[in-house]
């Protein structure tokens, strides 16, 4: 039998993950119209919201003969310095639980932008009348390039 490492990214969902961070400001701040949002926040919100996935990483990372751990495609159309910072914290916790980890976003972003070529040109339908391009994913080419450096990593 060949050791076949797990190549996942689980916890992620980031896109909506920035939704959920927005009732727990609220929690947090009141009725405050503004928020600060610093690291130290975020990463007290991802130990709450991400509990569940990061024990699962750490039990795929002390099973598997290995784990490799990658973001999501850096294409949020706005907020961009929000899912960075979303995209550090979640790469350190799941680089501390034993995974190897390949953060997108210092990938491919390139003077700050995510190139076009990586992004998915697919549309999203959610009804006849609201069709958008799928900003979440990244295109073929973006996976293809991600596998490549992940195996390029390897040896």
Request: glycine share 4%; with cysteine.
């Amino acid at each position: 039998i060949i050791p076949v490492p797990i190549i996942t990214n689980i916890g992620n969902h980031t896109h909506m993950l920035i939704f959920s961070l927005i009732p727990y400001l609220r929690n947090l701040y009141g009725n405050k119209t503004t928020f600060e949002i610093n690291d130290k926040i975020v990463e007290e919100f991802l130990e709450i919201a991400r509990a569940p996935h990061f024990r699962i990483l750490k039990m795929m990372a002390t099973r598997a003969p290995k784990v490799i751990w990658f973001t999501d495609p850096p294409c949020q159309p706005e907020n961009g310095d929000l899912y960075s910072i979303v995209d550090k914290i979640m790469s350190e916790k799941v680089k501390n639980l034993g995974c190897q980890v390949f953060n997108s976003r210092d990938l491919f972003l390139e003077n700050g932008v995510f190139p076009s070529k990586f992004k998915s040109s697919e549309i999203i339908e959610k009804d006849i009348f609201d069709r958008t391009t799928d900003w979440i994913h990244g295109s073929d080419l973006f996976y293809r390039e991600l596998l490549n450096k992940i195996i390029e990593e390897q040896n």
